[in-house]
């Protein structure tokens, strides 16, 4: 919304706080801070990073989604994902369960595959509402090119820190695989009445892949630290970046990298009144990489692995069907019963955590 002030983030609400990482001083090697951002992804597997230089590409992420969101729901429909497990495209609220009640979600999405952004005009997998298309050379593009150069650099400092041989986390992340990372506006709308405030709008999950990129202004955005049972808020920090680390290279590093849950509730306070906007890049391994335990390929992760009998690392699945069922079984017209939302979970998910 330009031209309007947010009200502050409330200070009487639980809030789980971030390491900040400063992303010049990963480029840079500083080893100090490659420490910190260790620490960050291996414990709760979240934390913020400043000076990563994409201010502008979000902004115009922002605008391309309010503008795509002004649509008439009949518009925007006609790009709606379905459900078959596909991602890109448009997700109507209510589309997905949040929980195995079969409760619900209370957000849209604006979603657009890497592919086509980086095909564009060519169209790699789908189109896009007209307002998307529009800005994809002026936002979808640019955003997404910064969001992979953080991704790639920070994977580098975690392939290195693993133990695994040089460009190991490269090659499963090659740009030249059509792949199911994206780049994605979420749209919550204010929601009726103070019954809602604790309820998801998102429902808890992890995210699916590797490296997500997440940008917000107003709060709303919850973890579920490991030993917790009460959920805190992230709260919003100007100019930085939320980081977190998904189910793929929790897999690849036999737990050591954290994929960790999260939730979007409706915003904390004053801030519920107002619609929350969110920008995310969803940066996943390349289509036809198994998810898997690297154990061959380090003996950190080959340790890791054994130290954890009772985790399974071998999904039997690739990046795509991995990210095909969870979507497909989260979709409501898919619905079965509680049974379909447990089929649609990633790891360290419990059923409770809704
Ligand atoms: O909107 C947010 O703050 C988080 C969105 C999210 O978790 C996701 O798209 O996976
Ligand atoms: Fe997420």
Redo the contacts with the bound molecule.
């Keep these: 919304m330009p031209g309007t002030t947010l009200p502050p983030f409330p200070t009487d609400v639980r809030t789980h706080p971030l390491l900040i990482i400063d992303f010049e001083l990963i480029k840079a090697g500083d080893p100090v801070e490659i420490e910190r951002l260790w620490d960050a992804a291996t414990t709760l597997g979240f934390w913020y990073l400043k000076h990563h230089g994409a201010d502008e590409e979000v902004n115009a992420m922002f605008d391309m989604g309010a503008e795509t969101m002004a649509l008439p729901l009949e518009e925007k429909l006609k790009f709606e994902q379905g459900d078959e497990g596909q991602s890109c495209g448009y997700k109507k609220a209510g589309a997905c369960a949040t929980d195995t009640s079969g409760q619900l979600d209370a957000?849209e999405?604006i979603t657009v595959s890497k592919d086509d952004a980086l095909a564009f005009p060519r169209v790699a997998h789908r189109t896009y509402p007209a307002p998307t298309t529009a800005s994809m050379l002026t936002a979808v593009v640019p955003f997404v090119r910064k969001a992979l150069d953080v991704s790639d650099t920070v994977l580098r400092v975690f392939n290195e820190r693993l133990g695994l041989p040089e460009g190991t986390l490269d090659r499963l992340h090659d740009p030249e695989e059509y792949s199911g990372s994206e780049a994605?506006v979420?749209r919550t709308p204010p929601q009726p009445g103070k019954a809602t405030a604790n309820r998801a709008a998102?429902g808890a999950?992890t995210?699916f892949g590797s490296v997500?990129f997440?940008h917000?202004r107003l709060g709303?955005?919850q973890v579920l630290p490991p030993g917790h049972t009460e959920w805190s808020y992230v709260k919003p920090i100007p100019g930085h970046a939320?980081c977190n680390i998904g189910d793929a290279l929790s897999f690849f590093s036999a737990g050591i990298l954290r994929s960790n849950l999260?939730?979007?509730v409706p915003p904390p306070g004053a801030q519920a009144d107002y619609e929350?906007f969110?920008v995310?890049f969803?940066g996943r391994p390349g289509d036809s990489k198994v998810l898997r335990a690297l154990v061959e390929d380090s003996s950190i992760i080959a340790e890791a692995a054994k130290n954890k009998p009772e985790k399974n690392f071998e999904t039997g699945s690739t990046a795509a069907e991995w990210m095909a069922r969870r979507i497909k079984n989260s979709r409501i017209n898919n619905r079965k019963g509680p049974e379909t939302y447990a089929a649609g979970r990633g790891t360290e998910h419990s059923l409770t955590a809704v």
Excluded: A, E, M
């Design positions: 957000v999405f994605r979420v998102l999950h995210d997500t997440l917000n709303g955005l939320v999260h939730r979007v929350r969110s995310v969803l």
